[in-house]
């Protein structure tokens, strides 16, 4: 069996005491860590116990760090930095890991003669060969003086001793935070390279140190090319681990476990994108698990629904057109179906779905997705650390391999033989009325939003990445009422599923919603595409659904907005449609129907010209509005606590 | 009786549905606003019902905001504009208001042609003219070629016409995101200046336009020089209303009532700096409350108890030297003294205390302050819209003067006139072994520090400086296990009182507590200073109190950091004592007690040299050791949910 790239990360990364983190990061699947010297000073107990700790766990410890400010000093501050410096490689000798981290000078003393700096760096070298360990220097991105690895790597090379080694960072310049080159590190030998660290983040136009220490993220959760970055080094030769090293505020409020996981998965998509990245050479032990389906659809939605949820959902989709089509063969489920899409309520009591009624209430608690081959899309999604599911099948029923969500909803891959019973066939007692259906004014789900807590975005984001190999798109920030609202959508390659997720920055609803009824994310809107909006609607109204009354005063801007014709704003006006135009001119009309639930409601939406948003300019009169629905129309005002 | 200052504050600028936020403004106490166009178009009534709704309330509305883009640009775009401008301003008639914030054109493919602005804007000028409105025009600090009020000055000076005049706003530049002089807006004519915008903010190294649209705050909570740009518009001329534009994420998600609250309470305090800052010329009508108190000091501290909770306090306070020195006359009420100050333990039945100790268990319900004058000092907190609170007084007991803190608990003020019976013989019968105390190793309380909500931090500080005249320190970011904290201080003048504020990041033990149990701030710790740390601490655990342990490790890293003498070394790891030392060399020695709740503990202090902070570069030990403890030793987890 191929030995694969070894995997690692800092323990500053996640939140908790030293031996939760351990524990956290053990379980999540890392083979080792580096560790972060103040969860060192803060754990009460011998640098022996920690040893033991992992030692016991299983993991090692690649790095000890970070070491400061040694090089570019006085004489007499270099006697006593070397002092210094021998002190932790004892401690290192305790904890059992032979390579420490040193940072370039930050201080603003710091001398910046690059010969003394050799000279100095020699001296660390030295002493390094002494106690047997290995130094990794690293030039931080806002070093005094030495601040881009080539530097680094200059004054490294120049020192030319083994026990002093180039550390490598995503966060260094002139690599992702400065989006320069990162070619040059391919040429560096690999065995000078003494460390890699890897960071994600958004682009954010602010000071460096403040980004570095607070904004990073996992690879796939930001915007650098963390691939691009993996494969020079690579190729430069390293055979050392990929260790994470993440400053987040956020993951430091989170729950440890959870971002653990979060880390492990994001070291294995990067393996994935790096192999793809750099071809046919990429080394063979990197991570390569199933392709991702290149054809993938809604199949379903199904929610959880107790009698009286079922009869209030079922007659709404019976106004929109949604018949029903079968009941399952063994459980108390039943599927609606239309040409734009199916949708089943499950009632069946002592399950899954029970379980997650309990929970939730009415709620989305299964999506199943249409794929080419189900198995391989589970075991992507499986290799991916999802926790499968399976429930209970009965005879000849059919197995539908799932996957839980980070929410703890399911995600079921289908897919069908030619020949072969369907899925409905195989499991429900269709109704005569069974297919074909016709399309009627609604022609597919183009999109479904999800709501989650502020802090899961990051996760979901990446479970979709790396789990389903969906694409992302810019993060937006939309405004609501009640706070603003972080939003970003992810996407298969060719757009045929398109995910939204919200994470609302009002603590005051999503927290207490989140820790009390709501528990968690949940379904907000699903988006049923129409080719015609101005024929869908009034049809729809005709049927008995209702659309959300959208403000007039948004009309009246729309006009000075966009210069529409007068007639077609008269008939947005009439039928609540609102409307966004892109850049390159394409549009989007969209309409939202009332609430279904309390927390979810329906959307008909129609693209012209290639528009591919969501219409998130909109969204602030679509809450707005929503709350003033909620709150009895427009005089009146919603009750809301402190 | 003198007209006052008129108070304003832009819409967006907190949470809610138009007419929650107006309704919360009005109760907040101010004369008008201006309305932010997004929340008029997503608000279901019209222009005319937002006019009735103000004018019920009694609110003026002083501005419509914000038209973009109009001036630099091509002819037949001008007159697109011209169109705008005019279907706007009959929107500003409907609504009432005949004043228009135009912001500087920022789009890239703007004319960068001063005549022809001027020429444009004079455009706009007569077009507003015939609609009987005024424009004032503000240079946005990322305006594409106007970007500073000198040079959006020398335009509106150039068109020269009554119906366009110049806005002015802190977050221009050259004024103060740029730290840049503001003294020549005092040569402006007060007569052109058609509208003032306020705001402040932390200052970030970051893009300004993030900066400006996320992480503004309320005058008073960031480190602008507001009252010196209000001072200089003041000494302009300039008559209009000072109006608050904030936009801050955490402001739109948090309590609508609140924030209007503060924001009214901001104003009020920079009228009261501005007038300080012009000195004997300054605007009779500027706010005027009575002064802080010169001196002052904690009188006592009142913890809310039940008769179990008490005796625990009791067991505490007695190995402290505390003693029972009395009991209330009319309630259930003990004092406790000592020479380092005062606590009192309430369990007083259907009182204030017992509603409190309801509500959070064993807590601190009251803070009483010794100053000059309680009445003034009183005067001065309820001036600023601090609730006054008055309890139960029995027959020849003292009427003390208390105000409600933002957390609903209170502060009482207390003076002492020579030769009158003290608070002590007014209201409690003494016991025999009534003072005079001896010191012991603990000489005074040298600071309180409080736990709160994450999104409490402005709301306090912002207390702490108006009702109290506080100073506030700079904000430090704290590690902590379980997610970063916050931690800002507040001090009196000469320092004799110090409050340290501390808001936790962790949404999921912090915003829990804060909606179950917890409800809202707490107190985390009361620091008793000592003059020689190295006395005290033995003499305490003698008398039976137990210190945090803090782990060794911190020990071996201190030697590394400050090169101490080793005994000094062993003497502080003997007696769990942590050491930090400024860069001018004062030094603080601190011990954590042991949790006397499972929210809050005692810390006895040694200030060196002139140390003045809080050793927050501990705290993050003090935390990892607090919560290993909690855990039940160094290999224990402490079980979080998810």
Chains 1, 2 share one sequence.
């Not at 370039?104 to 010969?115: K, L």
């Amino acid at each position: 069996m191929l030995r694969s790239i070894r995997t690692s990360i800092a323990t500053v990364s996640i939140s908790g005491t030293l031996p939760e983190k351990l524990q956290a990061l053990k379980a999540a699947g890392f083979d080792g860590v580096e560790i972060f010297e103040n969860d060192f000073l803060y754990f009460d107990g011998t640098p022996g116990d920690v040893r033991r700790m992992c030692e016991d766990l299983g993991l090692a410890i690649y790095l000890f760090q970070p070491f400061r400010d040694f090089e570019g000093v006085s004489a007499e501050r270099l006697a006593r930095n070397v002092e210094r410096a021998k002190r932790k490689f004892e401690l290192m000798h305790e904890l059992g890991t032979d390579r420490m981290l040193a940072c370039s000078n930050v201080s603003p003393d710091m001398i910046r003669d690059d010969a003394l700096i050799v000279d100095q760096l020699g001296v660390l070298a030295r002493t390094a060969e002494e106690a047997g360990v290995i130094v990794a220097y690293e030039a931080l991105a806002w070093g005094r003086h030495v601040f881009s690895y080539k530097h680094a790597w200059k004054l490294v090379d120049a020192v030319n001793h083994p026990n002093l080694g180039l550390a490598l960072d995503t966060f260094q310049r002139p690599t992702l935070s400065i989006r320069d080159s990162v070619d040059e590190i391919a040429s560096i030998p690999g065995e000078r390279i003494a460390f890699v660290q890897i960071a994600d983040a958004p682009m954010l136009a602010m000071d460096v140190l403040e980004w570095s220490r607070h904004y990073r993220c996992f690879p796939g959760q930001g915007a650098f090319d963390v691939a691009g970055f993996t494969a020079r080094v690579l190729e430069a030769g390293y055979k050392g681990p990929l260790s994470l090293e993440i400053f987040n505020d956020g993951f430091r409020a989170a729950p440890t476990a959870i971002t653990a996981a979060d880390g492990y998965r994001s070291l294995r998509f990067l393996e994935e994108q790096t192999r793809a990245l750099i071809g046919e050479n990429a080394p063979p032990e990197l991570f390569n698990p199933p392709a991702p389906p290149e054809h993938i659809g809604f199949q379903f939605l199904e929610f959880a629904v107790d009698d009286t949820a079922r009869e209030h959902v079922a007659q709404w989709l019976g106004r929109l057109g949604f018949r029903l089509a079968g009941k399952h063969r063994s459980k108390d489920v039943q599927l609606y179906r239309h040409g734009a899409g199916s949708i089943v309520l499950n009632a069946e009591a002592d399950s899954f779905a029970s379980a997650f009624f309990q929970q939730h209430g009415l709620s989305l608690c299964a999506s199943a997705f249409h794929v080419d081959d189900a198995k391989l899309a589970f075991e992507r999604a499986a290799a991916y650390g999802s926790k499968p599911f399976s429930g209970r099948v009965g005879p000849n029923e059919r197995v539908v391999p799932g996957v839980q969500s980070p929410d703890g909803s399911l995600d079921y891959f289908v897919d069908e033989a030619p020949g072969d019973p369907t899925l409905w066939e195989s499991d429900f007692v269709l109704t005569d009325i069974d297919g074909p259906y016709e399309v009627g004014p609604l022609s597919r789900i183009d999109h479904v939003c999800l709501s989650l807590p502020a802090d899961a975005l990051d996760t979901w984001v990446l479970f979709f990445r790396s789990a389903f190999g969906f694409e992302t798109e810019a993060a937006v920030l939309v405004p609501d009422p009640y706070g603003l609202v972080h939003s970003r959508a992810v996407r298969s390659r060719d757009g045929s599923v398109r995910i939204a997720l919200n994470a609302s920055m009002d603590r005051y609803t999503a927290v207490s919603e989140s820790l009390s009824t709501y528990r968690g994310s949940g379904l907000n809107h699903v988006a049923f595409s129409t080719p015609d909006n101005f024929d869908a609607i009034p049809r729809l109204e005709a049927d008995g659904v209702r659309f959300l009354r959208i403000p007039r005063n948004y009309y009246d801007d729309l006009v000075t907005r966009f210069g529409l014709p007068d007639e077609q704003i008269d008939k947005m006006r009439e039928h609540n449609i609102l409307y966004d135009r892109d850049e390159r001119g394409g549009e989007f009309f969209h309409a939202y129907m009332e609430q279904l639930d309390q927390r979810f409601f329906l959307k008909v939406i129609e693209r012209r010209g290639g528009y591919d948003g969501y219409g998130a300019a909109n969204s602030g009169a679509a809450r707005g509005a929503r709350a003033t629905a909620a709150a009895g129309g427009s005089g009146g005002m919603r009750a809301r606590g402190a």
